[in-house]
């Protein structure tokens, strides 16, 4: 991850979230796990977060509450 920015900390409720599935790599003819997440920051901009590979397969949504509330907080 060299030269890239990395977001350490993020404090928002969780707008929605899209369960792992398949999505072909560019370039390569092979599937990868994706899964997505959208969280709300507090200045209510959307924070577009895209989980791949191991990490998304591992992502355990049923972990997760129930949409939508207000009150949801992600520490990411």
Known sequence: MENQTVLIDLYGC???IVPGHQVPVKNKDKLESKCE???ENLRRVDVKI???????RQFDIEACPKFPTTDQVAYI
């Open 50 to 56: 895209t989980l791949w590979g191991d990490i998304a």
């Open 37 to 39: 997440i959208t969280l």
């Open 14 to 16: 969780v707008k929605s």
